[in-house]
């Protein structure tokens, strides 16, 4: 699953109002649910829990990003978000366990 994929976040985005007035930016949760849908899309049967993400710089709508991914080797993915050439996001996902039967998801 090592690879990367391109994607941007444009500026009519029903969540950017807001974030912020005269300078807005993505919020991280649509970066990860990027890099989430992204990974899920390469695997329909795949289904990922955020591990650990860190965001290193501001991204503006309509910027174009680059979703690197590379697995490790205890079933993880280590992943990078770059902004021209330049890392945005990084972080770890984990696969999530199913839900059984009568037990709350969380």
Do not use: N, Y
Not at 78 to 91: E, N, P, S
């Amino acid at each position: 699953m090592r690879g990367t994929t391109s994607f941007t976040i444009g500026p009519e985005h029903p969540a950017l109002p807001g974030h912020f007035p005269g300078f807005p930016i993505v919020p991280g949760v649509l970066l990860l649910d990027e890099v989430l849908r992204t990974l899920e899309a390469v695997d329909r049967h795949a289904r990922w829990r955020i591990a650990q993400a860190k965001f290193l710089k501001p991204v503006r709508p309509g910027e174009t990003l680059a979703l690197e991914q590379e697995p490790g080797a205890d079933g993880t993915v280590h992943f990078r978000v770059l902004c021209a050439g330049q890392a945005v996001a990084v972080g770890t996902l984990i696969p999530a366990r199913p839900v059984e039967h009568g037990e709350r998801a969380g």
